[in-house]
């Protein structure tokens, strides 16, 4: 056996303490926000059937051919797949469990997603997300909700340089209308399409307006337009979903060439996107997919989502200047001798009890030592016990950043560390 050490899967990354902080405080932002909304949690598991994601992202996308990780159940042969995104998985399981028998729902999940990507800064084969989805809602006003729902994340967050795009992909007919013409327009345009865009030419051409070929952008810009096939419905809607979006304040740049990587959208796409990334410059992407339910085997339902990559927002706090928060933890129990110990531990279920955050120092060492690890805590006091203090069943208490040192009882320590805490 090898003695080399053993490292993580490159693109699959440890997030330390320091960190995980960070990553708290944003899920707790998260949570709030999504329930000031009266969105409500759904967990998902993270392998599914292979055929589910073919079925529904499409098997001609690059997340399909290229990006999964699937493989055989050794035990009966079938194939699974880690989830390369969550809205295939939710609807399969609003669909599973008959959700929306008697109402429409509002749903999150936040977790992992895998893809087999290159890793790059801001994009992982093992990223996290957020996701949002509301189903059995037909209006623009869920869709013009959702983008406002973003827009007041970002102020919550403290972003800036936060720029919204919007388009509509119409209805399937006009889709099918485009892309006839879209087929026509390229295989005229042969010689001027890379082996990529060669490639996708029949199975999926709206793909190729996503090209960022240099070479094929002059060609790209003069192809036929979607918006030229809408039917008056779907512009209509468009039009609604902006209409309350101008209302709120919330601008946004209509972009035409906005397809979205995934074949089950229709109607109203968005990203919110950034220039502090470089290449990965969108931090969250959605749109309306009133056509997936019946695609995996439901009744038809209108529905309409959103997910964020929650590794970019972070980095993007980061560089915006946030400092890494800092743990919360009230009292740091010092002590010294067997007598103390008894008494330290006694103290720190106390004190919990009373819904204190409170570490006890393990470990033995100098009353120096461990007031130095007392100050590295970041807690707010220091409860001294030697054997002294506990003959007489007292605590000294030390304010970490300055303030004189008192001795109390056992008995009224509680009431007095909340009154020190609030002074601070």
């Known amino acids: 056996m090898s003695n080399e050490t053993l490292q993580a899967i490159r ?35 993270l392998v599914e059937p292979t055929g589910l994601f073919k079925r529904a992202i499409g098997e001609v996308t690059d997340i399909v051919e290229k990006e999964m990780y699937s493989f055989e159940d050794s035990l009966n042969g079938d194939q699974l797949t880690l989830r ?58 869920i869709d013009a909700e959702q983008i406002l729902m973003c827009a007041r994340l970002w ?8 720029t919204l795009q919007l388009n509509t992909l119409g ?27 060669v490639r996708r030419l029949h199975s999926n051409p709206l793909r190729i307006l996503d090209s960022k070929n240099p ?6 810009e003069a192809a036929p337009k979607l918006m030229a096939e809408l039917d008056e419905a779907a512009l209509t809607h468009f039009a609604a979903v902006q209409a309350i979006l101008t209302q709120h304040g919330v601008a946004f740049e ?36 009133d056509g997936l ?38 009292v740091y129990v010092v002590h010294q001798g067997e007598l103390a110990a008894n008494l330290a531990f006694v103290l720190a279920e106390q004190l919990r009890d009373l819904g204190l955050r409170v570490i006890l120092h393990c ?3 100098s009353f120096k030592s461990q007031m130095k690890k007392a100050d590295a805590s970041g807690a707010k006091l220091a409860a001294v016990i030697g054997d002294d203090e506990a003959a007489v069943n007292e605590v000294s208490l030390k304010p970490m950043q300055g303030g004189a040192q008192i001795r109390v009882s056992v008995q009224n320590i509680g009431a007095t560390i909340n009154k020190l805490i609030k002074q601070e």
């Open 293 to 330: 339910l019946e695609q995996i085997g439901g009744k038809a339902a209108p529905a309409m989502g959103f997910a964020m990559g929650i590794e970019r927002l972070l980095v993007l706090l980061q560089e915006a200047g946030m400092p890494l928060p800092k743990p919360k933890i009230d």
């Open 254 to 289: 209509i972009n035409p060439r906005l397809v979205r990587g995934l074949d089950y959208y229709n109607r109203t796409v968005f990203e919110w996107v950034t220039t502090r990334l470089g290449a990965q410059g969108t931090i969250c992407a959605g749109g309306r997919y």
């Open 363 to 365: 470990g033995g060492g």
């Open 11 to 45: 693109g699959m990354n440890d997030i330390l303490p320091d960190e995980a902080e960070l990553w708290l405080w944003f899920e707790e932002v998260v949570r709030d926000w999504l329930a000031s909304y009266g969105y409500r949690n759904i967990r998902m598991p």
């Open 155 to 162: 102020k919550k967050l403290g972003l800036s340089d936060v």
């Open 215 to 220: 070479a094929m952008q002059a060609m790209i």
């Open 171 to 197: 209805d399937a007919e006009a889709r099918l209308r485009h892309r006839a013409k879209l087929i026509a327009y390229f295989e005229q345009n042969l010689a001027l399409l890379d082996a990529e865009a």
């Open 84 to 141: 390369p995104e969550g809205t295939a998985s939710c609807v399969r399981a609003v669909l599973q469990h008959n959700l929306l028998y008697n109402a429409p729902q509002r749903l999150y999940y936040s977790g992992p997603m895998f893809r087999h990507e290159r890793p790059q800064k801001g994009r992982y084969r093992q990223f996290h997300q957020v996701g949002v989805e509301a189903l059995g809602f037909t209006g623009p006003d």
